[in-house]
């Protein structure tokens, strides 16, 4: 097949939706959501990275990011892998309504948590640490390393619950015996009477790493997962000495974006020459906000709770529509050029450059 025959790549300018192929379960409560572009496209992304989904629910419309959990090596399809969550609504809404030859909106992918693949690139060495659903990310890039950078030299410390928790515990475990410079581990808080656990129990703790990868100062590290476990495993990588320059983690949590604020900056009064006006037309609020200010700080300085995701202009998640006023927006991939156009803006990085007026 000649370059000619291929279909052409999934623009995000052009391409929004999405169409669920398959839905594979993982675990009890995990499920992987295999897509593809409605019309035939090849995706173009970086191991690790975010695609933001948008489900209408209850006639209300919600954004949601979720990490790609396929490699860029296989480029016909992508898939998300989604753990159900108590409370959230659009991975719940995923396990219960999506169905192969259902479309979704998607936006991306995006975001900087990802390997640097660049053809020269010195070979390195890694090590993948991930808990529960943060498994994710680092799945694509130890599949992408896999498929492509065969002798790779890569440690990836799983954590989980249980073993009835392990999401890919096969397919990893597949994976190690293909690529015997790819070491897998699993740890498990605790096992079960159906299913007794014969490798680390417990949490990821020092003993553990210096036993599993004595060699941790030589790697570069990729750390998902909740917030308390990314702080322990930074705590565990800066008393083992590495290089913190060569630690990533996700920076933020996707699977409790439904529930928390984005961190806004605090010392929004300190700045500001100018203060425009910003009326909400759906809330019927009005706060003033100003030049050095993206609309979103000030709106929850207010004490107005508005969605947001990242609050760095990735994610696409507080995405309105710009009645009149201009702003000075430096966004990072959360919107398209054509939604600019048509008068969408993302509040979490737009600041006024005159009053506003806000459909929300
Ligand atoms: S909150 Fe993510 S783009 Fe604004």
Known sequence: MTDI????????ESDDVLVCRAVRRQTHDVATFVLTAAQPRRFRYRPGQFMTFTVTIDGVEIHRCYTLSSSPSRP???AITVKRVPGGPVSNWLHDHLRPGMEIAALGPTGDFTLDLSH???PEKYLFLSAGSGITPVMSMARHLVDTRFDADAVFLHSARSPEDLIFARELAWMAEQAPSLRVRSICERDTPQNRWPGAMGRLDAALLAREVPDLRERRLFVCGP???RASA???AEQAGLDMARFHEESFDFGTLATQDPEIPAKIEALDAARHKVSFTRSRREIECGTDTPVLAAARAAGMR??????KGMCGTCKCRLVSGTVEMKHDGGIRQREIDQ???LICCARPTSDLVIER
């Open 76 to 78: 016909d399809s992508l």
């Open 306 to 311: 508005l969605p947001a995701s990242c609050a």
């Open 5 to 12: 025959d291929l279909p052409p790549f999934w623009d995000p």
């Open 234 to 236: 930074r705590a565990l």
């Open 120 to 122: 020269d690139a010195a």
């Open 227 to 229: 917030d308390g476990y």
């Open 343 to 345: 008068g969408m803006i």
